[in-house]
């Protein structure tokens, strides 16, 4: 399966862009742009978990958002069910929605606080036309159910709910129409180490369950690991690396991945007092003005002339049929 | 290793409208010259409260130190006046918060922040105190640290301002740097610069150090002994290879296993603790962790288990540490 042959791939992204504009002055001129996704090109294969991670900033969530058209993208395509979906109306966009679906990081800020749990999760069904109130009323208490809440808590309201309770809301909500495609934008960061597990359990069970695909966008390394078939990192609004779980960590290929990876605590003393910790120098720069050539070459330790002049092209270096992407002038020197 | 602080039976409530809070329930710690130690938890375990405490930095009211002692340096910080605390307080015992944005004021500039305590405790003039500044700058990594001084903390990142933080801190020579999660706030890759600088900053003028995190890995390479709470309590305490090694308490065993490990290839199902935490406006005269236990006895909902010596250095609070022991794996996955 390669890049290019989208007749397997259940959503096809090809140069994805978002640019978010800088205004400046009384005439409110565009003085610049903050490129913070800029030229992403991957498919999400039918039934995986696509795990996207990254540091803060570096476009992960617009990434999200601008598949779903919640962010209309400034440049490229997003084909999902033979729709391609920056072309569509409003009605007719309104009209996919309800195929893919997002779950929301902040289970605090993500539910309205005047509405019942019951409204909170019914509201897309009642968007979408489906049903009648009574069978409405139904679902809502299947789908509480299936996140693991008690039915009978359709009356109440989202401060009643503890984190981990109101991110299984927010599940519920997600799951009503019954999309296909769910991008769930670290659906766990806000939850404590206990209770993160039982959400990351949950959206492992729906999936199979229910057939569903994930884009799943996350910081933290691990659970990628653990949740994702396949891995894409970015940083500074491009993917830098897109392979299988076990061949990212294992067969890591960009600096900057080796870098994230080496940066990652386990939690073993003895495997932490021999590991060889690769650290990066300084910050990540601004998205509103990236640097020449490869993007990351600032903070590389293989910086050459070519890393600083030539943007790197995204390409496959797989091997037995594996895919394995990379933008990096050095990459073969790693495999 | 002389002893620096030690805590005995400290109790912290917070006496607040909805009922009393029982924030942090007769916990004993202690900490040599020059140890490093970290206190793990998840939010509402109390770990923060009892290091403020300590400080005399809980909002009183609606908080209170009930009982207790914290013999620092022969004194007992429980029992001094503002005035003497806030002597201690910056000099002798210095700390480092989780959110490098709001702990720095933005109006002024981060030499005047960095002064301000070298003026106030070691009588220092402007000149030499701005040279000590440059210098603390530069020992924790900002480049220019000199030309930097007059700058605003708008003008640093994330992880620059952590390391300002960093320096205010160590200004001052304390022999104990209190670190609450200094690192939540910052990207990884960020989180391991502070990790290094915090590690290296220790070989090289030796304060001891109490770190604060819900983040088990992070510590694991970090620190020399690990102090677990739960609701308020402590309820394992353990060098920390015997820690990771071999948990004997239910809930740091839990902890260990609902964590996937990135350099392990054949994951199993994470084994997630059933439940919530308790409500901390009850007293507790059974096991607070009963409820979530997988190897919950008839024994831990009838009494509180107090810590108990489970081998050279380490305790735990729980009934059933033999068992635990003797076991491998976690018990049940839910």
């Known amino acids: ?335 | 290793m002389p002893k620096l602080l030690e805590v005995n039976g400290l109790v912290t409530k917070f006496y607040t409208e909805a009922g009393v809070v029982n924030a942090v329930n007769g916990i004993s710690y202690s900490l040599g010259e020059g140890e490093s130690m970290a206190i793990v938890g998840e939010s509402g375990s109390g770990k923060s409260v009892s290091v403020l405490s300590i400080m005399g930095l809980i909002p009183t009211p609606p908080g209170r130190v009930d009982a207790g002692e914290a013999n620092f340096n022969g004194r007992n910080m429980l029992a001094l006046s503002t005035n003497e605390l806030r002597d201690i307080r910056g000099r002798e015992m210095a700390m480092v918060f989780q959110d490098p944005m709001t702990s720095l004021n933005p109006v002024l500039t981060v030499g005047r922040q960095l002064t301000e305590a070298l003026k106030l405790h070691l009588g220092m003039d402007t000149n030499q105190a701005n040279q000590r500044a440059a210098e603390m700058l530069d020992l924790v990594g900002i480049p220019n640290a000199e030309d930097r001084l007059s700058d605003y903390p708008h003008q640093f990142s994330g992880g620059q301002r952590q390391r300002i933080m960093i320096a205010m801190a160590l200004s001052c020579n304390p022999s104990v740097l209190i670190a609450d999660e200094p690192t939540t706030a910052l990207d990884v890759t960020i989180q391991a610069q502070i990790v290094e600088l915090v590690k290296q900053l220790q070989e090289k003028l030796g304060m001891a150090i109490i770190w604060i995190t819900h983040d088990l890995a992070l510590v694991a390479g970090l620190v020399e002994k690990v102090v677990v709470m739960y609701a308020g309590y402590i309820v394992e305490q353990a060098p920390v290879h015997d820690l990771y090694k071999k948990p004997l308490h239910p809930y740091t065993l839990g902890l260990l296993h609902s964590m996937p490990k990135l350099d392990e290839k054949d994951q199993t199902r994470l084994a997630s603790i059933a439940g919530l935490p308790p409500d901390l406006r009850q007293t507790f005269n059974h096991c607070p962790f009963a409820p979530r236990c997988p190897y919950v006895i008839d024994k831990c909902r009838e009494e509180n288990p107090p810590l108990m010596p489970t081998g050279p250095n380490r305790t735990s609070a729980c009934w059933r540490w033999e068992h635990i022991r003797e076991e491998t794996g976690f018990g049940v996955n839910v």
């Open chain 1, 1 to 335: 399966m390669s890049q290019e042959n989208g007749n397997s791939a259940f959503i096809q992204v090809r140069n994805l862009k978002k640019h978010f504009p800088i205004l400046r002055g009384v005439l409110r001129r565009q003085v610049g742009a903050v490129q913070a996704v800029d030229g992403l090109t991957f498919n999400i294969y039918k039934g995986e978990t696509l795990g996207l991670v990254g540091e803060s900033g570096c476009g992960k969530s617009t990434t999200g958002r601008a598949i779903l058209q919640l962010l209309k993208p400034t440049d490229g395509q997003v084909v999902f069910k033979d729709q391609e979906l920056t072309k569509l109306s409003g009605g007719e966009l309104r009209k996919a929605r309800r195929h893919m679906q997002m779950i929301f990081q902040d289970p605090y800020a993500s539910l309205n606080p005047r509405m019942t749990v019951g409204n909170i999760v019914g509201e897309p069904l009642e968007i979408h036309n489906i049903g009648n109130a009574k069978n409405r009323r139904k679902r809502v208490q299947e789908l509480l159910k299936l996140v693991g809440l008690n039915p009978y808590f359709v009356n109440r309201y989202p401060h009643e709910f503890s984190g981990g309770q109101r991110q299984r809301i927010g599940i519920a909500r997600a799951l009503a129409t019954n999309p296909d495609f769910i991008v769930a934008d670290e659906p766990i960061s806000a939850l404590d180490v206990s209770i993160q597990a039982q959400v990351v359990n949950l959206m492992d069970d729906l999936k199979s369950e229910l057939g569903l695909t994930y884009l799943f966008i996350a910081h933290d390394l691990s659970m990628v690991r653990y949740i994702s078939d396949r891995v894409a990192v970015m940083y500074l609004g491009r993917i830098v690396e897109l392979s299988d779980r076990d061949q990212i960590f294992e067969y890591t290929l960009h600096p900057y991945t080796q870098a994230l990876l080496s940066a990652i605590p386990i939690p073993d003393p003895e495997k932490e007092e021999k590991r060889q910790r690769l650290i990066l120098e300084g910050d990540v720069p601004s998205p509103a003005n990236p640097p020449s050539g490869c993007r990351f070459h600032p903070r590389c330790s293989y910086v050459t002339d070519i890393c600083r002049e030539e943007d790197p092209e995204f390409r496959d270096l797989g091997r037995n049929g594996a895919e394995h992407w990379v933008a990096c002038h050095h990459a073969e020197q790693f495999i």
